[in-house]
C-alpha cells in the first residue's frame, strides 16, 4: 500500500469545511485513489513554512507524525501563512522551504515529492481577510516555490488557476466543498493518473 502524506495549513486540513474528514482535498483525494493507497490528512491551521513564523509547521506534531509515518509520496503545500506582514521574508522563506523539502527528501522511504503552490488568495470586500496578502503569494510564495521545485528537481503543482474567483471561498481563503474537489482533482490527475 503506498502512503501519501498531504502536507500543509488549514487549507489542507479542511477549515471551514462543515465535516473535514470526509471533505478536505486529502479526504477527497484518498476516495479518488481508493484500494492500493493510504492518503493522510497532516495539515495543521495556520501554519507556515518558514521556521521561525508565529506558527512553524516544522514545530508541530503533525510534522513529526508526518516523517515518522515514513511516507511514498509528499504532497506539500505550504505558504498561504507566510504572506502575512510579520511572517514574510523572501530569503528566509526560500532558506527555509528548502530545509522542509530536505527533511523529506532524507526519509527512508525516499519519497516523492511534489511541492504545490497554494490556490490563489483572494480580497473579500476590498480586505484581505485573516492578514494574509494576495500580492505577496504572486510577487513572492508563488514565484519562490516554482523556482525550488526547478531547482531541486521537483514536480511542482500550480494552483493558482483552479479558482478564477472567490465564489469557491467565501472568506478568500479557504475552499469550500466544491473547491476542495477541484483540488483533489487536480492533484489526482496531475500526479497520480499518468
Known amino acids: 500500500m503506498k502512503r501519501v502524506a498531504c502536507i500543509g495549513d488549514s487549507i489542507t486540513w479542511g477549515f471551514t469545511l462543515l465535516n473535514p474528514w470526509k471533505q478536505s482535498y486529502p479526504a477527497l483525494l484518498q476516495g479518488l485513489l481508493g484500494e492500493g493507497y493510504e492518503v ?4 495543521y491551521n495556520d501554519a507556515s513554512a518558514r521556521f521561525d513564523a508565529d506558527t512553524p509547521y516544522v514545530r508541530k506534531g503533525v510534522y513529526r507524525k508526518s516523517l515518522e509515518w515514513n511516507p511514498d509520496v509528499v504532497l506539500l503545500m505550504l505558504g498561504t501563512n507566510d504572506t502575512k506582514k510579520r511572517n514574510w521574508d523572501p530569503a528566509v522563506f526560500r532558506k527555509d522551504y528548502r530545509r ?15 511541492l504545490i503552490a497554494p490556490i490563489r488568495i483572494f480580497l473579500v470586500k476590498g480586505i484581505a481577510l485573516l492578514g494574509v496578502y494576495p500580492d505577496t503569494m504572486e510577487i513572492g510564495v508563488r514565484p519562490a516555490i516554482l523556482e525550488i521545485g526547478q531547482e531541486m528537481g ?5 494552483l493558482v488557476d483552479v479558482f478564477q474567483d472567490s465564489s469557491l471561498c467565501l472568506d478568500g481563503v479557504h475552499p469550500q466543498r466544491e473547491g476542495t474537489r477541484m483540488i ?4 489526482y490527475e496531475s500526479v497520480f493518473a499518468q
Open 100 to 114: 522542509l523539502v530536505e527533511s523529506y527528501r532524507n526519509l527512508p522511504s525516499n519519497p516523492r515529492i511534489v
Open 40 to 43: 493522510r490528512n497532516f495539515g
Open 154 to 158: 521537483l514536480q511542482v503543482i500550480d
Open 184 to 187: 483533489a482533482e487536480k492533484i
